[in-house]
């Protein structure tokens, strides 16, 4: 097995996170074998690693021992230096969101493909825990058909960092979170959508989101909650998913939550009506006992093999890309709508993204 | 003190109920002097609880003794039966919804106009301890300006009873309880309503909405989200409120939850990434500690006094009415707006509720 052998650009949060995972994990696929920062600080910081600097990103492509690089700038870089390592007979990795539009992505999908190169995104929450434990449920079963899905991610933080809140370098939470949430639906659901409406906001003032709700409708009727937010100090559970026969809810990356299905026993008592505020209820009552079970979530392990790992066997075997350029750009396409959208108003278009 | 000599028509959940409540509360304003109900069941049950039992409405209407009726119908048949109470010289207290539309409820005001008598629904969820805790939020700032109200009732019991699945009965979850979460909404906010968008759910195959989703925005910005379900094995917290300083966060009718507001103090440690499924978040890490305070829930006792004190006050002192039918109209024309939706999409108006 011949390690690919990366240069990482920008060494920043994402970066250097990216060279600490695979020194962990893929040093068999992977090897890091210089980084590039702009930033002398991080140069330093990279240094001390040990890595090998990178006097610029042109040295870096002129390294004939590079075979792959990793983007890990700011957003509205992605595009330029993509296709800069592309026509240098680089494979790419890049990451999330790809670019600020789709058609920056088309770009880049062009010169991906009159240079031959791999170009993959790194859409690393297609194998977060929770989500698994979901795309599972779609699967199996176990809840009946799936008919709503709300995923969320609420902090209290606002906006962290820097050129986040800048909208030329692609900053706000659509792209940022956002990009992974839909990514996740999308990967999820194989059908058209049939309709898109989104609300972003601006409570802290910045230029761009500091979180979304919006709201999908797809075309086999299943409808999906996706929503962002920067300044909830409490929060909503990450997922809340509805099949006709139980309901999910998990609460946090930690798998706390619950999976409550239909019994399958066809006599079950009635609900006792309960005292609700100043009056009783029949209608939300706690179903009686025998009516519900409380079954353990289904394995969250990936059937598909890691992002590395899968990216080695793209370069090396031809393999299909777990991450296809098609799914971001469906990504990408969606965001486009959502970001046309005016602050204030709810944007609703009829779309057919196939 | 002279109480106000009621009978009660409907002697169902609801009327019986009524009976109950104001024997234990109100026996000094309210004296329940009878019952009539079609059902022979029923009428059995109110006589084995002692009450007097009229043979026919007419019966009732024409007893000198009755000075106020208290309608506890199925929703199709209140106007009717108002109308006619209204015209025999009687007060009326009428179970929510009032009528099936605005239209209706319209023929009852003009009458209840010409007779001079006073017609007050029930609307008895203003005195929801969830619901003044969120009021007293929304007055006292303890969280800044809220800009977001998400309030969500959610079963797993379908729909219950059996005229509450007819369309000509008035039955569905809007007309059922969502009359109680857009009367409090309504309540709370007394804002002109600048947009509005709902979904209504038929999982269970009724010709009648089994839940819905409802998305308001106010003139002043504020949006607030609607939900009642009752196919939700697992539910959402039943109050979700954002303010620019602090979330409010009331989990259950028992007042579980909590309200977390941003601290005053001006320096805080920045939080810390957090590993999130295969990721790290500095964005959605819990804030740091000392970025955040906990504070309890504020006082849940309504600054108003009972719905049938008030109700006293109103017949005998000319009071003015806490539950106004100008403000019930309000509901019943978002109402009319909401069941206009075809189920399969989203409906969307804009609209001016002054």
């Known amino acids: 097995m011949k390690p690919i052998n990366f240069a990482v650009i920008g060494y920043g949060g994402m970066g250097s996170y990216h060279v600490h995972t695979i020194m962990l994990q893929d040093q068999e696929r992977i090897q890091v074998i210089g980084t590039y920062d702009i930033s002398e600080g991080r140069q330093t910081v990279s240094a001390e690693k040990g890595h090998k600097l990178y006097p610029s990103y042109e040295a870096a492509l002129g390294d004939e021992q590079v075979e792959a690089v990793l983007i890990a700038t700011p957003n509205d870089v992605h595009k330029e230096l993509a296709i800069q390592a592309l026509q240098a007979g680089k494979h790419v ?91 996740q639906l999308l990967f999820l659901i194989d059908q058209p959508i049939k309709k898109i409406s989104a609300d972003l906001s601006y409570i802290l003032g910045d230029e761009v989101d500091d979180g979304f709700s919006c709201w999908i409708t797809f075309e086999n009727g299943l409808r999906a909650v996706i929503e962002v937010g920067t300044t ?62 409380k079954l353990p979530f289904p394995n969250s392990e990936a059937e598909y093999v890691s ?3 899968n990216f080695y066997e793209v370069v090396r075997h031809q393999a299909d890309p777990i991450v296809k350029n098609c799914e971001v750009r469906k990504v990408m396409e969606l965001i486009d709508i959502i970001l046309m959208a005016k602050p204030e108003i709810v944007n609703e278009k009829e779309l057919q993204i196939v």
């Open 93 to 183: 990795i890049c990451e999330k969101p790809v670019t600020l539009t789709t058609e920056e992505f088309d770009e880049i999908l062009a010169v991906a493909q009159e240079t031959n190169c791999v170009f993959m995104v790194h859409q690393n929450r297609r194998w977060d825990p929770d989500f698994l434990i979901i795309r599972e449920l779609c699967k199996n079963q176990q809840i009946g058909d799936i008919f709503q899905i709300e995923s969320r991610v609420q902090g209290a933080n606002g906006i962290p960092g820097d050129w986040r809140h800048l909208k030329a370098h692609g900053g706000g939470m659509v792209l940022d979170w956002g990009v992974h949430l839909f990514d």
């Open 232 to 293: 909830n100090y409490t929060k909503l559970p990450r997922w809340y998913v509805k099949g006709t026969e139980g309901t999910a809810k998990i609460e946090d990356w930690d798998l706390s939550g619950e999976l409550i299905a239909a019994s399958k026993s066809e006599i079950f008592s009635t609900p006792q009506p309960i005292q609700a505020g100043v009056g009783l209820t029949k209608t939300m009552a706690p179903p009686s006992e025998d009516a519900t079970v």
């Open 307 to 309: 992002f590395y790992c």
